[in-house]
């Protein structure tokens, strides 16, 4: 009996050894996300230093993958479009496409009776287009018809894009490789066309205005956050040398607009598409509003004799003679609260100010937010040169443009700042 106690005493001290091990083991498993300051620059980089690994057998966990929205002609000129996210750039010279390819599936058939086929990039806005064509056979049903999509011919190949679909490609198969479940067709690039308002100054995507479409496990992704610039963001390993761009580094995109916004007074001289300031107005009329009485009304000035004028006369907007547009966020009386409520209109024109400052920032472009009211000489010169009527305010004068990179933001955290429950 005796025997027995001390046994299980020792199986229990056994036991409670292995658990305090295990806990403690835990405790260093937990994923600790620490801010890294580099000390040349306010580079901010949420650091997860949890690099535990789990083997989870031979997947192609490859992050993100392509969404592409594949077109082809039958051998009768029937069009086709099928979604392909096993594919990605095989090649330089030629420059080369490689999508991978079920044999059930119309479009190898297709692709096989031609030799050719499109690559089409969808945009954000065309997600659902993209996943109905993979889920839905050319066996069964024209998609084009179905998604009211039109079929071009392509100009180089025989195989149709999709005239909505923001980048098209015309590829002409060079190689094809049986893998296995897949066949992978190598597509020589014969031509790509862009639609025209994407291409920036360089003539280079915006990647913000494409709002491209990622697929991973089973979903997709919006992406376009800019992160860093490729032959740049390295010489932060090298010493004496600093990134021009180095954005602050947050995985949620949102947080991360927010700490990237900064008070841009460099631009360069590309104007911005009306849209886009169209797009920044409509992210300002957002903004939450007392009783929802959305007192404002907003200017958008583009022309140039304007912003010369608003920068002689405004003390601190000599930015505007650089900046391609501005936005001046104003009250309008006639919608105001009454009585003491009334300037509720700043602070309501101050939220649709500071969703501008953000629209911007998401957007790759540049803004700063330069005061106009309560400073009555001021409100009179905006007034003035915008030729504003009586009952509009103007609370300020947002320059708007493409930024050099010269302004970078600022790490403005400061934990003394905060107090919990009571002071
Ligand atoms: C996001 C997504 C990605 C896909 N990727 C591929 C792929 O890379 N290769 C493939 O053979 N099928 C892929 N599929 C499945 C085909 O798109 C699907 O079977 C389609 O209905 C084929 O159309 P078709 O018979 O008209 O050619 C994918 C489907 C989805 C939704």
């Known amino acids: 009996m005796k025997n027995k106690a001390s046994l299980l005493n020792i199986v229990l001290a056994a036991v409670i050894v292995v658990l305090v091990f295990q806990l403690n083991n835990a405790d260093h ?40 929205v594949i077109g082809s002609y039958s051998d009768e000129g029937e069009p086709d479009i099928m979604t392909a996210a096993w594919a990605g750039i ?9 999508v991978s390819i079920r044999p059930s599936r119309k479009t190898y058939e297709n692709i096989m009776a031609t030799g050719s086929f499109t690559i089409n990039v969808p945009s954000a806005r065309y997600v659902a287009e993209t996943d109905y064509a993979g889920t839905f056979s050319g066996h069964d049903e024209n998609k084009f018809e179905k998604l009211n999509l039109t ?11 999709i005239e909505e679909f923001p980048i098209v490609i015309e590829c002409e198969v060079s190689e094809m490789i049986d893998l296995g479940s897949h066949r992978q067709f190598i597509g020589k690039v ?19 205005a494409l709002q491209p479409v990622a697929y991973s496990e089973g979903a997709y992704f919006g992406y376009g956050q ?73 200017m958008i000035v583009t022309d140039r004799a304007l912003l010369d ?11 505007l003679k650089q900046a391609t547009s501005a936005i001046a966020v104003c009250g309008d009386r006639t919608k105001a609260l009454d009585g003491e409520l009334r300037d509720y209109w700043v602070q309501d024109c101050s939220a ?41 305010t103007p609370l300020n004068v947002i320059a ?22 009571k002071w």
């Open 29 to 68: 498993q937990q994923v600790q996300t620490k801010p890294t300051t580099n000390s040349s620059s306010q580079s901010f980089v949420i650091d997860s230093v949890n690099s535990i690994k789990k083997s989870v057998g031979p997947k192609g966990l490859i992050m993100p993958k392509p969404a592409l």
């Open 90 to 98: 095989a090649n330089s010279d030629p420059i080369s496409i490689a």
């Open 151 to 161: 079929p071009v011919k392509g100009d180089f190949v025989n195989a149709p894009y």
């Open 190 to 208: 014969m031509d790509t066309k862009v639609n025209q308002n994407l291409l920036d100054k360089d003539g280079h995507v915006d990647i913000s």
């Open 226 to 298: 800019h992160l860093a610039n490729a032959g740049d963001i390295y010489k932060q390993f090298v010493p004496n040398a600093t990134p021009n761009f180095q954005p602050i580094i947050h995985p949620n995109p949102t947080l991360s607009t927010i700490y990237n916004r900064k008070s841009v007074r460099h631009y360069t001289n590309q104007p911005v598409a009306e849209e886009k300031l169209t797009e920044l107005v409509k992210a300002g009329m957002a903004a939450p509003t007392a009783v929802n009485k959305q007192p404002w009304a907003f």
């Open 309 to 319: 004028q608003l920068a002689d006369s405004l003390p601190y907007a000599k930015m």
């Open 352 to 392: 649709a100010t500071h969703n501008i400052l953000l629209g911007a920032e998401s957007m790759g472009l540049g803004a700063v937010w330069t005061g106009v009211f309560p400073r009555a000489e001021r409100v009179n010169t905006v007034k003035n040169i915008l030729q504003l009527p009586e009952h509009i």
């Open 400 to 421: 708007v443009g493409y930024p050099t990179g010269e302004d970078q933001p600022k790490d403005k955290w400061k934990p003394e700042n905060v107090h919990m429950n």
